[in-house]
């Protein structure tokens, strides 16, 4: 099974630009010696890790995303008045890296009134950012608009409330200055778990058959097409929400629970929308003779089956 690869992204780090001082030769003035401060941003993860993941070489699995600007003001009472983020596309022809969008890019959006809210998420959507660029495309043969070669960049200007712009589309190199995202091939995981899904409790044993009949939901969110959930409670309400992570192994359906040690689940009992998931608690292990154990039933609410391939680590 080929893993997924991920493309490089560019994290970005701040800089300061320090103010150019003149002397004559006995006196100094004393602006000659001020610090000026330049504003700068931080670009960090958003959904998906701001990767892109391709099932082949001519469609992006992810339809948005958002960018995560965290906004450092030059100077402490600096009000952040605007922020516009511009796009670029970069269109691999023949080998060859074509940008469009010239010097200035094309304008993605713009937001005001930010309240002196440094953290500003960005959301891209690419179905409109292709609208932006489509008539500047030189390769037109795109069932599914973007492809794995393409890469988007994408700069930004800041303006304060006193007037002072800080654009980064000129003059300004470094990872501080733009962020990149592009996309490679690889083999996604079929099955796709994410959803709120709501559970009964129908069997249980020791200390946990206090929870037969028990019922309520949990969530189980995608963070990565290679197969990783997020869940936010494995114990399925029978005490504080314990969450962790579970990951497809090697897009085969074994579902391995990897930071999170209290539980090994199985799943039986597939039947549509609804499966059973038996797990035993970590307890059991350490006191087998108190055999404490559940079986939950599952049930999907957005319509969809369970994958009927789904086993645990030890089925």
Known sequence: MKRIKYIYMLLVAAITTIGMYSCDEEEYAKDDFNIKLA???YVTPGEFNNFFFASNLERFEVGEFDL??????GKE???????EVYAYFLEDVNGEQ??????EGKLMTTLVDLENTLEVKVNVNVDDLYDLFSSDLIDTDRPYKLK????????WVITTAEGEITDTRYDCTGADCQHIIGVDSGIACPNNLDGNISFVWIDAGGALSRNIGRSGSINIKRISLAGEYEVDDFEFGSGPPQSGTMVDDNCSGKMLITNYGNTVWEFTNFNGS???????????????QYGIWGQVRLTRTDGK????????ANQ
Do not use: C, Q
């Not at 089956?305 to 645990?312: I, M, Y």
């Open 148 to 155: 794995a070669s393409d890469h988007l960049e994408f700069k």
């Open 305 to 312: 089956d369970w994958p009927t391939d789904l086993k645990g």
């Open 274 to 288: 609804s499966v059973d998931v038996k797990f035993t608690n970590r307890y059991t292990e350490m006191y087998p």
């Open 98 to 103: 074509v940008v469009h969008g010239g010097t």
């Open 77 to 83: 009472d600096d009000v952040i008045e605007k922020l």
């Open 39 to 41: 504003t700068v941003t």
């Open 68 to 73: 995560d600007l965290l906004i450092v003001p």
